[in-house]
């Protein structure tokens, strides 16, 4: 009886893996490489504070860096990016470069930036979106340009 249990359990295990090499997970998943690097931009946020990111890729496809903002708060919007850094990670979600990141501001929620990563000196727009809850019903959106550094 146990020689018949490890029969199937390598049987699943050899399955198991053979999906796996068929769909890409086997090491031979997407290259990230052509956007390893460092990006900066600048956007217009609420109240027309400004918005500096620095982000960096690497070669996994992980994406970190930071939303700095400076400018004075107003009375115009429900979320506000009030003055000070605010730290950013996610990741490339797309063979064509697209990247997404979140933050935080306290007291005010998350909020995410999506855009696409470019390849050459090119400057690309990106975006910014406010998150929303039960007190900030409407997400906000702000654009901005990158490019790589």
């Given at each position: 009886?146990?020689?018949?249990?490890?029969?199937?359990?390598l049987f699943f295990a050899a399955l198991l893996a053979l999906a796996l090499a068929g769909a890409g997970?086997?090491?031979?998943?997407?290259?990230?490489?052509?956007?390893?690097?460092?990006?900066?931009?600048?956007?217009t946020l609420d109240n027309s504070k400004t918005g500096d990111i620095a982000l960096t890729s690497d070669?996994?496809?992980?994406?970190?860096?930071?939303?700095?903002?400076?400018?004075?708060?107003?009375?115009?919007?429900?979320?506000?990016?009030?003055?000070?850094?605010?730290?950013?990670?996610?990741?490339?979600?797309?063979?064509?470069?697209?990247?997404?990141?979140?933050?935080?501001?306290?007291?005010?929620?998350?909020?995410?930036?999506?855009?696409?990563?470019?390849?050459?000196?090119?400057?690309?727009?990106?975006?910014?979106?406010?998150?929303?809850?039960?007190?900030?019903?409407?997400?906000?959106?702000?654009?901005?340009?990158?490019?790589?550094?």
């Amino acid at each position: 009886m146990n020689r018949s249990v490890q029969t199937i359990a390598l049987f699943f295990a050899a399955l198991l893996a053979l999906a796996l090499a068929g769909a890409g997970c086997a090491g031979h998943g997407i290259s990230f490489t052509p956007w390893v690097g460092s990006y900066v931009g600048t956007g217009t946020l609420d109240n027309s504070k400004t918005g500096d990111i620095a982000l960096t890729s690497d070669a996994t496809g992980l994406v970190s860096g930071t939303l700095t903002v400076t400018g004075a708060d107003g009375t115009g919007t429900t979320f506000k990016f009030t003055a000070g850094t605010y730290n950013v990670s996610g990741s490339v979600t797309s063979t064509g470069g697209g990247f997404e990141v979140t933050g935080t501001v306290p007291t005010m929620g998350s909020f995410f930036i999506r855009g696409r990563f470019p390849t050459d000196t090119s400057s690309v727009t990106y975006t910014v979106l406010t998150g929303t809850s039960s007190t900030l019903t409407t997400s906000q959106t702000y654009n901005g340009n990158l490019h790589k550094s």
